[in-house]
């Protein structure tokens, strides 16, 4: 197993909700902690919907995770020993997020950063896009399009809400491909929050 030694880089999963971000990042921690290689996961606290203390895909899989509020909390959370270093839900991070990852790259480190793109409107939504440039590997995720099982590439919020982060439930969220994408639909969503069916996932 090639192991960092002086030399750290940074990857980025990035796509739309469902696109199994989560998943792959899942995996590529897990064949580096099966490689006994020292593997640290964090998520933002802010996102708690399954569980503190791990990351877990809309398939249920899941890996141990150490929840930061802010991009420095997780610098100041990485050991020295760590080789691997991975993010989930990147775009809840400051734009400090890019530094911090840079930082553990020239340390030597494997970065492994795991994020929405774009928000709903289709925005980019940072600090994804400026990782993704400042990044030797980013992969883009697509999902099944909800409508119609096309290339799924945005993230449709069916439900009203003006704030940014509704944070994710099959219920409030679509992937949606090119065609079937609405701005119309995301300006105007036909549901109030209260009435989509939520789920715990
Ligand atoms: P992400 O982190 O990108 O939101 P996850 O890794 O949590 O995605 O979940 C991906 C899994 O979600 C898929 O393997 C599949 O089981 C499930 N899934 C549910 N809806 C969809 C969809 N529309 N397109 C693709 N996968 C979906
Ligand atoms: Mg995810
Ligand atoms: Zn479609």
Redesign the pocket.
């Known amino acids: 197993m090639f192991r960092p030694t002086s030399h750290g880089w940074i990857e980025v999963i990035c796509?739309p909700?469902?696109?199994?971000?989560?998943?792959e990042l899942i995996r590529r921690v897990t064949r580096s902690r099966i490689a006994r290689v020292p593997v640290q996961t964090f998520k933002p606290s802010l996102d708690v919907r399954f569980s503190n203390g791990e990351v877990v895909?809309?398939?249920l899989m899941k890996v141990e995770a150490i929840p930061v509020s802010s991009a420095a909390e997780l610098l100041r959370a990485v050991e020295d020993a760590t080789a691997v270093v991975g993010i989930d839900e990147g775009q809840f991070f400051d734009m400090e997020l890019v530094a911090v990852a840079e930082r553990l790259a020239d340390a030597g480190k494997q970065v492994i950063v795991?994020g929405l793109d774009t928000d709903y409107l289709r925005r980019p939504f940072e600090p994804i896009p400026t990782l993704c440039g400042r990044a030797e590997f980013v992969t883009k995720?697509l999902?099944?399009c909800?409508r119609c099982g096309g290339p799924?590439l945005f993230t449709q919020r069916i439900v009203r809400s003006d704030a940014l982060v509704v944070l994710g439930a099959e219920g409030a969220y679509e992937?949606r491909c090119r065609a079937c994408y609405s701005s119309e639909e995301a300006e105007q969503p036909t549901l109030e929050l209260a009435e989509a069916s939520w789920s715990e996932r």
């Open positions: 796509g909700m469902f696109s199994g971000k989560s998943e895909s809309h398939s795991a995720m999902a099944v909800h799924g992937a």
